[in-house]
């Protein structure tokens, strides 16, 4: 049998904090997730997203630290257009949310931004660019 991917994990260390954010960018996310210490939510084409609070990690690797640095992971979220990834940036800034890069039209032709999750986790949105005009 050949492995498959199946679940994307991510070590959160407030995770009402980290629950909430993910539901900002349509998640259907357990109501009743915030004070658990992990929980998972189905994502489409059956791949499942988790989340396990720092204190989980550690109770069955007492030698896992929190990482340092930045960009070594991220989530990116297909928006239906440029215009999306611009209001969902303004509305997760909005909210108190990092940005890490405002949009922008890339040059691998998407509209393309960057914003961090409450653990510093680079969370890309991104829409294929519109079609320039004729």
């Known amino acids: 049998m050949t492995p498959r991917l199946d679940m994307i994990g991510l070590v959160v260390s407030d995770m009402a904090a980290s629950l909430a954010f993910y539901r900002r960018l349509g998640l259907e996310v357990p109501a009743d997730g915030d004070g658990q210490p992990h929980v998972e939510a189905a994502l489409p084409g059956g791949l499942r997203i988790a989340w396990d609070t720092e204190e989980t990690v550690r109770s069955f690797d007492p030698s896992w630290t929190r990482p340092t640095g930045d960009g070594r992971r991220e989530l990116a979220f297909l928006c239906d257009s440029p215009a999306e ?47 320039a005009a004729a």
């Open 85 to 131: 990834v611009d209001a969902m940036y303004a509305e997760l800034t909005g909210a108190g949310y990092t940005g890490h890069l405002k949009p922008w039209d890339a040059f691998w032709g998407q509209r393309y931004a960057v914003v961090l999750d409450p653990d510093g986790c680079w969370v890309s949105l991104f829409a294929p660019a519109a079609p």
